[in-house]
């Protein structure tokens, strides 16, 4: 097996492993924002200001995991590209 090869099934395992893991936070922060939604539903005491601050923050972290995801997924795009360049280079 060509090193070049090997390395890019290595990435190419990264990025499974990182989708997936990525996947599955989103889905445990997709839960834990249903739970705070409900919450704040629920909560009659808490001014809104307060459920405000807390939507924000919400909204912050979403903002926040897609920037994240683009940024990995852009730079995965780029170390696919090198590779993929060395292998037409290669093949001449």
């Known amino acids: 097996m060509d ?3 090997a390395v890019r099934q290595l990435i190419d395992f990264q990025k499974s492993s990182f989708d997936n893991s990525f996947n599955a936070m989103v889905m445990i922060q997709e839960q834990a924002e249903k739970m705070a939604k409900t919450f704040l ?10 459920k405000n601050v807390l939507n924000q923050w919400i909204g912050a972290y979403k903002k926040g995991r897609a920037e994240f995801k683009k940024s990995v997924d852009e730079n ?3 170390v696919d590209e090198y ?3 060395l292998e ?5």
């Open 83 to 85: 590779f993929s360049t």
């Open 3 to 5: 090193q070049k090869q």
């Open 41 to 50: 539903d629920q909560a009659n005491w808490l001014p809104d200001d307060g």
């Open 88 to 92: 037409k280079e290669k093949s001449k």
């Open 76 to 78: 995965f795009q780029k």
